[in-house]
C-alpha cells in the first residue's frame, strides 16, 4: 500500500532511514549505560539526575587540574627566564617562589640580639672551677650501677662527639659531604659499642673556630659521668678501617691519647707533632685541670692574636696566624712536661688520624695487599681531610681533588659495611652499588667476610639468672 502510494524507491529510503535512526538509538542507550558504569552518573536515577552528575563530574575534573596547571605555570615563570612579572616575590605568611634552588636561606635566619660581650678585665674560663671532680664522678657511679663506666673488660663506656656549625655550610655541597662524614662515623660507632654526639650549637661565641670543641668537651664530661673516654673527631675525619677496634688495655694509666710522636712534640717542639683532629680524653679532675690550662689562649680578638704570635715564636716550622688548639696543646705539653707528659700518650702505632695526601692514593693497593683490622698505613683507621675544609668557601687544595679524594674515602670505608648485606660500591669513585653474595633462604648461616656483623668486640656479657 505504501509502496503503491509513495513509489518503490522513495519507500526503500524511508526504510533505510529508520534502520539508521534505530541504531543510533542503540548507540545513544549504550552510551548511556557506559556513562553510568564509569562516572557512577546518577547512580541509576532520573535523566535530570544523570544530568547533573555529569556536569558536576567534569566541573570536578577542571578543578584537579587547576593546581597542576598553576604550578606548571609558576614553574615555567620561574625557571623560564621570560618576562610576566616578579615570579619570586617574597612576602611573610609563606609568600615566594617555590623554587628551593634559588631560595636565600639566610632569610629564614635570625640570630636574636646582640651577642654578651665578656669582661676583657676578667681572665676567660670554661666555666666554675672545679676540684673534686672524682670524688663527685665516683659516687654518682657508685649509686647508679646500671650506668657503668666499663661496659666490659677493658672496655670502657666511650661517647664519640663531633659537629659542625649551626647554618648551612657556605658552598652548595659541603653539607652533603657533612652528612657523608657523620654516617661513617655512626657506622663505626654501632659496630664498636661508641656512643655518639653530634653538636650544632655554638656553646661559647669567644671560642668560636678551632676552639669550639672545648667548652662542649667539658659540658659533655660534667654531664655524662658514666662516660669513661670522651673521644673527639674533627667532621673531615673519617673511618677507613671499620674492623679496627682500640687498644683500650693500652691506655689503662693515661688521661689523654693523640695521634703523635714524642721527639717532634718534646724535643723540636714542632707544631705539627701530634694532632688534635681525633682524640681521646678520659674523664676525670686531670681533664677538667688540662682544659682549664690549655683554654686561655682561644678566646678570639686580641687574646688569641697575641697568642698566635707565641705559638709561631716558639713552635717550628709553625705560619703566621692567630693561635690554634693544636699548636696550643704542642706549646702545653712541650713547656710543661712535667705537669702533663706523664699522662699523655702520643700515638704512632696505629692511625688515629691519618693525613689523606699520602693516604687516598694508595686504597687499591691496600685492598690488593692487605686487609682491614689493622689500623695502620697498611689499612688506616682514619682518614683525616686537613685542609680541605669541604664546608668553607675556599680550602687550602683544589676543591675537585678534595671531593673526589673524599668521595673514595667515604666509599673506601662504606665497602665494608655493604660487604657484611652482600654488596659493594661498583668502584670506589662511583655512588652505585654491584651485588657481590646471591641470596639464600638461609640468611642465618650466611657469614660476612669481616666477621663485622656480630663481633666479639660488641659482645655484651650477660648475667645467667635462674629462670622457672
Known sequence: ????????????????????????????????????GTIGAGKFGTPEQDLDEIRQHFQTSRKRAEPHRVLEEIQTGVGGGGGGGDSSSSGDGGGGSNNYETFDINKIFVDEGEEEKPDPNKPY???????????????????????????????????????SAPKPCENPVGDHYLLKSIKNKIDYCRLHGIEIFYNMALLDAEMAGFWAKLPLIRKLLLSHPEIEFLWWMDSDAMFTDMAF??????????????????????????????NTGSFLLRNNQWALDLLDTWAPMGPKGKIREEAGKVLTRELKGRPVFEADDQSAMVYLLATQRDTWGNKVYLESGYYLHGYWGILVD???????????G???????????????????????????????????????GDNQILQIYGFTHK?????????????????LEMKDELGLLHPAFKAVKVQQTNQV
Not at 247 to 254: A, G, L, N, T, V
Not at 428 to 443: D, G, H, I
Open 245 to 274: 677496634e682500640l687498644p683500650w688495655e693500652r691506655y689503662k694509666d693515661y688521661n689523654l691519647v693523640m695521634h703523635g710522636w714524642n721527639e717532634m712534640v718534646y724535643d723540636e717542639k714542632n707544631w705539627i707533632g701530634l
Open 374 to 412: 689493622l689500623g695502620d698505613h697498611r689499612w688506616p683507621l682514619v682518614t683525616h681531610f686537613v685542609g680541605c675544609k669541604p664546608c668553607g668557601k675556599f680550602g687550602d687544595y683544589p676543591v675537585e681533588r678534595c671531593l673526589k679524594q673524599m668521595d673514595r674515602a667515604f666509599n673506601f
Open 1 to 36: 500500500m505504501i509502496e503503491r502510494c509513495l513509489g518503490a524507491y522513495r519507500c526503500r529510503r524511508i526504510q533505510r532511514a529508520l534502520r539508521h535512526l534505530k541504531v543510533t538509538v542503540l548507540c545513544l542507550v549504550l552510551t548511556v549505560v557506559v556513562l553510568r
Open 427 to 443: 668502584s670506589l669513585a662511583s655512588r652505585k652499588v654491584k651485588r657481590v653474595r646471591n641470596e639464600t633462604s638461609n640468611p
Open 362 to 372: 694508595r686504597y687499591e693497593e691496600m685492598i690488593e695487599n692487605y686487609h682491614p
Open 125 to 163: 674560663t670554661l666555666g666554675p672551677k672545679i676540684s673534686d671532680w672524682d670524688e663527685q664522678r665516683s659516687d654518682w657511679l657508685a649509686k647508679n650501677p646500671t650506668f657503668p663506666n666499663f661496659i666490659g673488660p677493658n672496655k670502657p663506656r666511650v661517647l664519640l662527639v663531633t659537629g
